[in-house]
């Protein structure tokens, strides 16, 4: 499997912030990667598909870059709402892949 | 606006199977792969497989020899079978829809079924 690692495991950060969380996969999965967003007891939500293509009703100061192997997600501005755990998925290889997620807490 | 309703037994004992149920809305089962993912609690997403309308599956191998899924185009549902549960299977269990072709990404989600493993 290839194995998904995200940094930094938490974050805290004020509003107004700009906020990156990185990706990186063990190996190079090419454009394969998306991000999600989970607010508690709530199921994930995509934010990006194929690292930089923001799914329909997001925000636009969410942004991602990358390709290969390393990849982030950007928050331009921190709203309050943003408050969630974030999680990037590589879809390359089977299984489809989740990094252990990045808390985002408010400071 | 596709919406996901699962259902299921949330409590179950250790080497029982466990069952869940996804019916789709405002959509159809046809033309998409459709997914189960789990969580535990507190921790990450793990993928279990997904099936097609046509039946085709893809499996995470860590589950293969235990996981069953299984679709109902005329219910326009899909299910997962799970036998020989243990407590490391106590988790948060989502359905979610995928694309025409396999394993890309998850854009609708059910709303999640809690099932715990406990003698």
């Known amino acids: 499997d290839i194995q998904m690692t995200q940094s930094p495991s938490s974050l805290s950060a004020s509003v107004g912030d700009r906020v990156t969380i990185t990706c990186q996969a063990s190996q190079d999965i090419s454009i394969y990667l998306n991000w999600y967003q989970q607010k508690p007891g709530k199921a994930p939500k995509l934010l990006i598909y194929d690292v930089s293509n923001l799914e329909t009703g997001v925000p636009s100061r969410f942004s991602g870059s990358g390709s290969g192997t390393d990849f982030t997600l950007t928050i331009s501005s921190l709203q309050p709402e943003d408050i969630a755990t974030y999680y990037c998925?590589?879809?390359?290889?089977?299984?489809?892949?989740f990094g252990q997620g990045t808390k985002l807490e408010i400071k | 606006q596709v919406q996901l309703q699962q259902w299921g037994a949330g409590l179950l004992k250790p080497s029982e199977t466990l069952s869940l149920t996804c019916a789709v809305y405002?959509?159809?089962?046809?033309?998409?792969?459709w997914s189960w993912i789990r969580q535990p609690p507190g921790k990450g997403l793990e993928w279990i497989g997904e099936i097609n309308h046509g039946g085709s599956t893809n499996y995470n191998p860590s589950l293969k020899s235990r996981v069953t899924l299984s679709v109902d185009t005329s219910k326009n549902q899909f299910s997962l079978n799970l036998t020989s549960v243990t407590a490391a299977d106590t988790a948060m269990y989502y359905c979610?829809?995928?694309?025409?072709?396999?394993?890309?990404?998850?854009?609708?989600w059910g709303q999640g079924t809690l099932v715990t493993v406990s003698s």
């Open positions: 405002g959509g159809s089962v046809s033309g998409y792969y």
């Open positions: 998925q590589q879809y390359d290889n089977l299984p489809p892949t």
């Open positions: 979610a829809r995928g694309l025409p072709q396999p394993y890309s990404w998850f854009n609708y």
